[in-house]
T-cell receptor, first 115, second 112 residues
């Protein structure tokens, strides 16, 4: 089946630094990718929809200047958390649309801890 | 707008007992339907999916789900729960386009 690889699986960074998370579709091309944030014991919250070659669409309340999304190719989308703060610590998950019928394939998630 | 409701936030069952997790959706047509499981600190694992056809779908780990159009439901079942099934379960619908909607999740605890 289709595989989405997300890297890194966990990262610890200092406040004020930036962190980049990669999401790759390994064996299919994904025009559309999604980025989610998950707080402890909660469901996934959609942050933004990323379309290859165009600007991402952010959900209400998500700061686009803080969470930079780039989808420069059909197999790679990146999320950069800029000037990270402890409140940005969370579990981030990406997914990519593919297959016929279309379904979402999820990455393994990234645990971000800002200290 | 589409929505997904998982009415049970927590469920506790005894090991070996049967399990049913509820999922109800609101959408103007029949969406694509999915169930995922998430262990603590892990990503999502697909259990099963429904696109069309037979309304009873079989998945991995002994799980099955039944799509009932009249009830707008896609409940997940397992005849005999194992301790390793303890996890968070999410129902997801896809409107066959680019819109995905998650349910709030159900946390399953298994008593020995």
């Amino acid at each position: 089946g289709a595989v989405v690889s997300q890297h890194p699986s966990w990262v610890i960074c200092k406040s004020g630094t930036s962190v980049k998370i990669e999401c790759r579709s390994l064996d299919f091309q994904a025009t559309t990718m999604f980025w989610y944030r998950q707080f402890p014991k909660q469901s996934l919250m959609l942050m933004a929809t990323s379309n290859e070659g165009s600007k991402a669409t952010y959900e209400q309340g998500v700061e686009k200047d803080k969470f930079l999304i780039n989808h420069a190719s059909l197999t790679l989308s990146t999320l950069t958390v800029t000037s990270a703060h402890p409140e940005d610590s969370s579990f981030y998950i990406c997914s990519a649309l593919g297959g016929a019928p279309t379904e979402a394939f999820f990455g393994q998630g990234t645990r971000l801890t800002v200290v | 707008a589409q929505s997904v409701t998982q009415p049970d936030i927590h469920i506790t069952v005894s090991e070996g007992a049967s399990l049913e997790l509820r999922c109800n959706y609101s959408y103007g047509a029949t969406p694509y339907l999915f169930w995922y499981v998430q262990s603590p600190g892990q990503g999502l694992q697909l259990l099963l999916k429904y696109f069309s056809g037979d309304t009873l779908v079989q998945g991995i780990k002994g799980f099955e789900a039944e799509f009932k159009r009249s009830q707008s439901s896609f409940n997940l079942r397992k005849p005999s729960v194992h301790w390793s099934d303890a996890a968070e379960y999410f129902c997801l619908i896809n409107n066959a386009g680019n819109m995905l909607t998650f349910g709030g999740g159900t946390r399953l605890m298994v008593k020995p």
